[in-house]
Nanobody, 131 residues
Framework: EVQLVESGGGLVQAGGSLRLSCIVS????????IAWFRQAPGKEREGVSC????????YYEDSVKGRFTISRDIAKNTYYLQMNNLKTEDTAVYYC????????????????????????WGQGTQVTVSS
Protein backbone atom coordinates (compact mmCIF):
# COMPACT_ATOMS: atom_id res chain seq x y z
CA GLU A 1 0.00 0.00 0.00
CA VAL A 2 1.37 3.39 -1.00
CA GLN A 3 1.32 6.21 1.54
CA LEU A 4 2.25 9.84 0.97
CA VAL A 5 3.28 12.36 3.62
CA GLU A 6 3.69 16.03 2.74
CA SER A 7 5.72 18.57 4.69
CA GLY A 8 7.33 21.95 4.24
CA GLY A 9 4.31 24.22 4.31
CA GLY A 10 4.20 27.36 6.39
CA LEU A 11 3.72 31.10 6.46
CA VAL A 12 5.80 33.18 4.09
CA GLN A 13 5.68 36.73 2.79
CA ALA A 14 4.85 37.43 -0.83
CA GLY A 15 7.97 37.05 -2.95
CA GLY A 16 9.37 34.39 -0.66
CA SER A 17 10.04 30.71 -1.22
CA LEU A 18 9.07 27.36 0.22
CA ARG A 19 9.98 23.80 -0.67
CA LEU A 20 7.34 21.16 -0.17
CA SER A 21 8.33 17.53 0.25
CA CYS A 22 6.30 14.40 -0.37
CA ILE A 23 7.76 11.22 1.12
CA VAL A 24 6.43 8.10 -0.54
CA SER A 25 6.33 4.77 1.24
CA UNK A 26 5.35 1.57 -0.52
CA UNK A 27 5.88 0.59 -4.09
CA UNK A 28 5.43 2.97 -6.98
CA UNK A 29 5.19 1.59 -10.47
CA UNK A 30 7.22 2.91 -13.34
CA UNK A 31 3.96 3.89 -15.04
CA UNK A 32 2.84 6.08 -12.13
CA UNK A 33 2.89 9.85 -12.12
CA ILE A 34 3.31 12.00 -9.02
CA ALA A 35 1.40 15.25 -8.88
CA TRP A 36 0.90 18.27 -6.65
CA PHE A 37 -2.53 19.78 -6.15
CA ARG A 38 -3.83 22.65 -4.07
CA GLN A 39 -7.12 23.75 -2.65
CA ALA A 40 -7.81 27.25 -1.44
CA PRO A 41 -10.71 28.00 0.92
CA GLY A 42 -14.00 28.00 -0.94
CA LYS A 43 -12.39 26.86 -4.18
CA GLU A 44 -12.15 23.61 -6.09
CA ARG A 45 -9.05 21.49 -5.83
CA GLU A 46 -6.73 22.17 -8.77
CA GLY A 47 -3.68 20.54 -10.27
CA VAL A 48 -0.42 22.42 -9.97
CA SER A 49 2.29 20.20 -11.41
CA CYS A 50 3.20 16.60 -12.14
CA UNK A 51 6.18 14.42 -13.01
CA UNK A 52 6.22 10.98 -14.59
CA UNK A 53 8.19 8.13 -13.10
CA UNK A 54 9.18 6.59 -16.41
CA UNK A 55 10.84 9.55 -18.13
CA UNK A 56 10.66 12.58 -15.82
CA UNK A 57 8.23 14.46 -18.04
CA UNK A 58 6.90 17.47 -16.18
CA TYR A 59 3.88 19.72 -16.48
CA TYR A 60 2.99 23.01 -14.79
CA GLU A 61 -0.28 24.83 -14.52
CA ASP A 62 -0.03 28.24 -16.21
CA SER A 63 -0.19 30.33 -13.04
CA VAL A 64 2.90 28.63 -11.56
CA LYS A 65 5.07 28.29 -14.66
CA GLY A 66 8.47 29.84 -14.13
CA ARG A 67 7.95 30.01 -10.37
CA PHE A 68 7.44 26.38 -9.26
CA THR A 69 9.70 23.41 -9.97
CA ILE A 70 8.81 19.77 -9.41
CA SER A 71 11.58 17.25 -8.86
CA ARG A 72 12.32 13.92 -7.23
CA ASP A 73 15.07 12.17 -5.31
CA ILE A 74 14.73 8.51 -6.20
CA ALA A 75 17.13 7.38 -3.48
CA LYS A 76 15.02 9.09 -0.83
CA ASN A 77 11.68 8.22 -2.45
CA THR A 78 10.83 11.88 -2.07
CA TYR A 79 9.20 14.33 -4.43
CA TYR A 80 9.59 18.08 -4.12
CA LEU A 81 7.79 21.22 -5.16
CA GLN A 82 10.08 24.23 -5.03
CA MET A 83 7.94 27.34 -4.92
CA ASN A 84 9.60 30.70 -5.60
CA ASN A 85 8.23 34.22 -5.89
CA LEU A 86 5.14 33.18 -3.98
CA LYS A 87 1.98 35.23 -4.34
CA THR A 88 -0.97 35.64 -2.00
CA GLU A 89 -3.10 33.69 -4.47
CA ASP A 90 -0.84 30.65 -3.89
CA THR A 91 -2.31 30.33 -0.40
CA ALA A 92 -3.89 26.87 -0.15
CA VAL A 93 -3.55 23.40 1.25
CA TYR A 94 -1.13 21.54 -0.99
CA TYR A 95 -1.49 17.82 -1.60
CA CYS A 96 0.69 15.31 -3.35
CA UNK A 97 -0.87 12.31 -5.03
CA UNK A 98 -0.04 9.37 -7.21
CA UNK A 99 -1.79 9.06 -10.53
CA UNK A 100 -2.03 5.75 -12.36
CA UNK A 101 -1.05 7.13 -15.73
CA UNK A 102 2.09 7.80 -17.73
CA UNK A 103 0.59 10.99 -19.10
CA UNK A 104 1.42 14.06 -17.06
CA UNK A 105 -0.69 16.91 -18.43
CA UNK A 106 -3.40 19.37 -17.54
CA UNK A 107 -6.24 17.10 -18.60
CA UNK A 108 -5.18 14.27 -16.30
CA UNK A 109 -4.59 16.70 -13.46
CA UNK A 110 -8.13 18.03 -13.92
CA UNK A 111 -9.60 14.54 -13.91
CA UNK A 112 -7.66 13.58 -10.80
CA UNK A 113 -8.66 16.79 -9.04
CA UNK A 114 -12.36 16.18 -9.73
CA UNK A 115 -12.56 12.40 -9.37
CA UNK A 116 -9.85 12.07 -6.70
CA UNK A 117 -8.69 8.81 -8.24
CA UNK A 118 -7.43 6.32 -9.17
CA UNK A 119 -4.41 6.92 -6.99
CA UNK A 120 -3.41 7.82 -3.47
CA TRP A 121 -3.48 11.19 -1.71
CA GLY A 122 -1.43 12.64 1.09
CA GLN A 123 -2.96 14.52 4.00
CA GLY A 124 -1.93 17.97 2.77
CA THR A 125 0.25 20.79 4.04
CA GLN A 126 -0.86 24.40 4.51
CA VAL A 127 0.87 27.18 2.60
CA THR A 128 -0.02 30.73 3.56
CA VAL A 129 1.41 33.69 1.69
CA SER A 130 0.98 37.08 3.33
CA SER A 131 1.08 40.42 1.55
Amino acid sequence: EVQLVESGGGLVQAGGSLRLSCIVSGHLFVDDTIAWFRQAPGKEREGVSCITNNDNTTYYEDSVKGRFTISRDIAKNTYYLQMNNLKTEDTAVYYCATMITTICDGENLDIMARVRGPGTWGQGTQVTVSS
